[in-house]
């Protein structure tokens, strides 16, 4: 297999968080008076925890320009959530407090706390370890509900927000607070036991010390995408999430409370975009509303030509229809990801987003000044490779962006100040490439061939449905098999490690997979079946994860009776030169240590088509 080699063996990683301050727009300007005109940027400030590993933040701005932002931060097996916040407009934050109280152990999660800052309120919903977990359900937790009256110098114990009492997941949250003072939240729960979970919601009206009773919204929600949830000044609710319709499609809906969040409309789809999708995407939809009513959506999908984009609709009806989507994103390079947007009284919107290619990791920018109608030109706001965006904003329009970065061994989590001009009038010095950075550049572009993607976006495999093909009967892509795939070097569930090196000559079945993904763990007892058919001096079937939780899921693979190795991702970067858009994604290679197939979504991998491929696999010769 090719070089470089992936490597995330390091056990502590040198962990820095930014935010960057955009200042606000004037309201006396308008789009048409100066369609050019850009905010300007504030100091970039940076705080490093030397840490095991940190998930993004959310930010906040109050009125008064302070910032906020809360976090996760794991230390050895210790995790902690974390706040922190300025003492002066526009930062730096000031030492962080603890969120979770002794005893309180945060489970782990892969999207930050949910964060409002109201005067000296603060409120932040975590999900914390369920107290009856069991070897048969490790993966579960409690949402929680922290407050603080005192501006985030202290925090007390957290309520409890689920009412159901099951030892199941209650996750991807949602939190805001009315004009009325009202707490709204939103999650995700299966308690019912369907195949899919729901959406649900609940209130509080007496500043977080206790919680309504729980509501559904509806049924057949996507279980990893994160809820959204605003309210409007005339008190209307509104909450989005990404609902499974008949034959997988995937759309963006919104749901609609005249009643405080008592009860809501039926969903409404906002995108149309008939997206069928059989994995989980892990990508959340965002919204905002300005002081005139206007109700904006912003949203990652692929569509019915499964081409990734970010688009944004908006609705001057309450969200009963929604007008024509507008595509925001323009590289044709690379994956738009993780959408976060910000709109301010006056209908001015700013929109973030990561996007990925084989070689980088952005953040980008653009605005609307015009209430959504245009955008400014996209414009890239971090250093090195940056993640898991997230934006607030405050009445008077003043924007505060936050975003994590990788910087070799560090995870970057980041704070900036410039002025427009100064922003804008900086070029990126031509400098030579030396060799280490050409020798990523040319794995990367031949991982992005090997996965299927041209650079410039065409699709290079398709999946065959011709009669008799191994690879159409379980719905494979087959790949061109003419690259080898990377090579990589990660650190195993049992402490040690696993080289693809160690795999040469052998077939691998290589299945990326993570805990809050039900497809994934109910496809994984069919990964060990399939295992069991072969001897692993021939095919080796190895899972990946990002979810750095070692004891949950040893649990979930020994009540299972399952000995599959077990890999950590730790900064996904294995994910992303793989172009892991959704999982389950299972990536077929030949002895070659070339790429041949890729699935994404669960299958039936014990079925006889499965064993079939992977003994055509075997058959072929290197």
């Given at each position: 297999?090719?070089?470089?080699?992936?490597?995330?063996?390091?056990?502590?990683?040198?962990?820095?968080?930014?935010?960057?301050?955009?200042?606000?727009?004037?309201?006396?300007?308008?789009?048409?008076?100066?369609?050019?005109?850009?905010?300007?940027?504030?100091?970039?400030?940076?705080?490093?925890?030397?840490?095991?590993?940190?998930?993004?933040?959310?930010?906040?701005?109050?009125?008064?320009?302070?910032?906020?932002?809360?976090?996760?931060?794991?230390?050895?097996?210790?995790?902690?959530?974390?706040?922190?916040?300025?003492?002066?407009?526009?930062?730096?934050?000031?030492?962080?407090?603890?969120?979770?109280?002794?005893?309180?152990?945060?489970?782990?999660?892969?999207?930050?706390?949910?964060?409002?800052?109201?005067?000296?309120?603060?409120?932040?919903?975590?999900?914390?370890?369920?107290?009856?977990?069991?070897?048969?359900?490790?993966?579960?937790?409690?949402?929680?509900?922290?407050?603080?009256?005192?501006?985030?110098?202290?925090?007390?114990?957290?309520?409890?927000?689920?009412?159901?009492?099951?030892?199941?997941?209650?996750?991807?949250?949602?939190?805001?607070?009315?004009?009325?003072?009202?707490?709204?939240?939103?999650?995700?729960?299966?308690?019912?036991?369907?195949?899919?979970?729901?959406?649900?919601?609940?209130?509080?009206?007496?500043?977080?010390?206790?919680?309504?009773?729980?509501?559904?919204?509806?049924?057949?929600?996507?279980?990893?995408?994160?809820?959204?949830?605003?309210?409007?000044?005339?008190?209307?609710?509104?909450?989005?999430?990404?609902?499974?319709?008949?034959?997988?499609?995937?759309?963006?809906?919104?749901?609609?409370?005249?009643?405080?969040?008592?009860?809501?409309?039926?969903?409404?789809?906002?995108?149309?975009?008939?997206?069928?999708?059989?994995?989980?995407?892990?990508?959340?939809?965002?919204?905002?509303v300005d002081r005139m009513g206007r109700l904006y959506v912003v949203w990652y999908t692929e569509g019915a030509d499964e081409t990734p984009a970010i688009y944004l609709a908006y609705s001057d009806d309450q969200g009963k229809t929604f007008s024509e989507k507008k595509q925001l994103n323009r590289s044709k390079g690379t994956f738009p990801d993780h959408p976060q947007m910000a709109v301010d009284p006056h209908g001015r919107v700013m929109v973030i987003w990561e996007e990925q290619s084989p070689v980088r990791r952005e953040i980008v920018m653009r605005h609307s000044r015009d209430r959504g109608n245009s955008f400014s030109q996209p414009q890239k706001l971090n250093e090195?490779?940056?993640?898991?965006?997230?934006?607030?904003?405050?009445?008077?329009?003043?924007?505060?962006?936050?975003?994590?970065?990788?910087?070799?061994?560090?995870?970057?989590?980041?704070?900036?100040?410039?002025?427009?001009?100064?922003?804008?009038?900086?070029?990126?010095?031509?400098?030579?490439?030396?060799?280490?950075?050409?020798?990523?550049?040319?794995?990367?572009?031949?991982?992005?061939?090997?996965?299927?993607?041209?650079?410039?976006?065409?699709?290079?495999?398709?999946?065959?449905?011709?009669?008799?093909?191994?690879?159409?009967?379980?719905?494979?892509?087959?790949?061109?098999?003419?690259?080898?795939?990377?090579?990589?070097?990660?650190?195993?569930?049992?402490?040690?490690?696993?080289?693809?090196?160690?795999?040469?000559?052998?077939?691998?079945?290589?299945?990326?997979?993570?805990?809050?993904?039900?497809?994934?763990?109910?496809?994984?007892?069919?990964?060990?079946?399939?295992?069991?058919?072969?001897?692993?001096?021939?095919?080796?079937?190895?899972?990946?994860?990002?979810?750095?939780?070692?004891?949950?899921?040893?649990?979930?693979?020994?009540?299972?009776?399952?000995?599959?190795?077990?890999?950590?991702?730790?900064?996904?970067?294995?994910?992303?030169?793989?172009?892991?858009?959704?999982?389950?994604?299972?990536?077929?290679?030949?002895?070659?240590?070339?790429?041949?197939?890729?699935?994404?979504?669960?299958?039936?991998?014990?079925?006889?088509?499965?064993?079939?491929?992977?003994?055509?696999?075997?058959?072929?010769?290197?």
């Amino acid at each position: 297999m090719s070089k470089p080699t992936i490597n995330t063996q390091a056990l502590y990683l040198m962990c820095t968080m930014a935010v960057v301050l955009a200042v606000g727009w004037p309201a006396t300007l308008r789009s048409a008076e100066a369609p050019e005109f850009s905010p300007a940027f504030g100091p970039k400030h940076v705080t490093v925890h030397h840490v095991k590993g940190v998930v993004g933040p959310s930010v906040q701005i109050d009125d008064e320009g302070m910032i906020s932002a809360t976090w996760v931060e794991e230390d050895k097996d210790t995790r902690t959530i974390l706040f922190s916040r300025s003492k002066t407009q526009g930062g730096p934050l000031g030492t962080p407090v603890s969120v979770n109280q002794p005893g309180e152990s945060p489970y782990y999660r892969q999207e930050a706390p949910a964060l409002i800052v109201r005067g000296q309120d603060v409120f932040v919903t975590w999900s914390m370890t369920h107290p009856k977990m069991t070897p048969d359900k490790p993966f579960s937790g409690e949402l929680r509900l922290s407050r603080s009256s005192d501006g985030g110098r202290s925090f007390g114990p957290s309520t409890l927000v689920n009412d159901d009492d099951q030892v199941i997941q209650h996750t991807f949250d949602a939190l805001n607070v009315a004009p009325d003072g009202v707490l709204h939240l939103a999650w995700i729960d299966g308690r019912e036991g369907k195949k899919e979970p729901g959406t649900f919601v609940a209130r509080s009206t007496d500043q977080g010390r206790t919680i309504t009773k729980n509501f559904k919204v509806d049924d057949n929600t996507c279980v990893c995408c994160r809820t959204s949830i605003a309210t409007s000044p005339d008190g209307l609710v509104y909450v989005a999430w990404r609902k499974i319709f008949d034959g997988n499609i995937r759309e963006t809906v919104v749901a609609r409370s005249a009643d405080g969040g008592m009860t809501f409309s039926a969903p409404v789809v906002v995108g149309n975009d008939r997206w069928v999708y059989q994995a989980c995407p892990h990508r959340p939809a965002s919204l905002g509303v300005d002081r005139m009513g206007r109700l904006y959506v912003v949203w990652y999908t692929e569509g019915a030509d499964e081409t990734p984009a970010i688009y944004l609709a908006y609705s001057d009806d309450q969200g009963k229809t929604f007008s024509e989507k507008k595509q925001l994103n323009r590289s044709k390079g690379t994956f738009p990801d993780h959408p976060q947007m910000a709109v301010d009284p006056h209908g001015r919107v700013m929109v973030i987003w990561e996007e990925q290619s084989p070689v980088r990791r952005e953040i980008v920018m653009r605005h609307s000044r015009d209430r959504g109608n245009s955008f400014s030109q996209p414009q890239k706001l971090n250093e090195k490779h940056g993640q898991t965006p997230t934006i607030g904003v405050n009445q008077q329009g003043t924007v505060v962006m936050g975003w994590k970065e990788h910087r070799c061994r560090r995870i970057v989590l980041w704070f900036r100040r410039c002025s427009c001009q100064e922003f804008r009038s900086q070029k990126r010095r031509s400098e030579p490439m030396d060799r280490s950075r050409l020798r990523r550049m040319a794995c990367a572009v031949i991982v992005a061939a090997c996965m299927g993607l041209s650079v410039f976006g065409a699709p290079l495999y398709g999946a065959s449905s011709a009669a008799g093909d191994p690879y159409g009967a379980l719905g494979v892509a087959r790949m061109s098999g003419d690259v080898p795939a990377v090579a990589f070097d990660l650190k195993a569930l049992d402490g040690a490690s696993l080289a693809s090196q160690h795999l040469a000559g052998k077939v691998v079945v290589l299945n990326f997979w993570a805990t809050w993904c039900g497809p994934c763990k109910e496809e994984m007892p069919s990964l060990a079946r399939l295992q069991s058919q072969f001897d692993t001096g021939q095919v080796r079937v190895v899972t990946v994860t990002a979810d750095i939780q070692p004891i949950g899921i040893k649990q979930f693979l020994d009540h299972l009776g399952i000995t599959l190795p077990v890999l950590f991702d730790e900064e996904q970067e294995l994910s992303r030169l793989f172009t892991v858009r959704g999982l389950p994604t299972t990536v077929l290679i030949g002895q070659d240590g070339h790429a041949l197939g890729r699935a994404i979504g669960p299958r039936a991998w014990d079925s006889q088509e499965s064993i079939a491929l992977v003994r055509h696999v075997l058959d072929r010769q290197p």
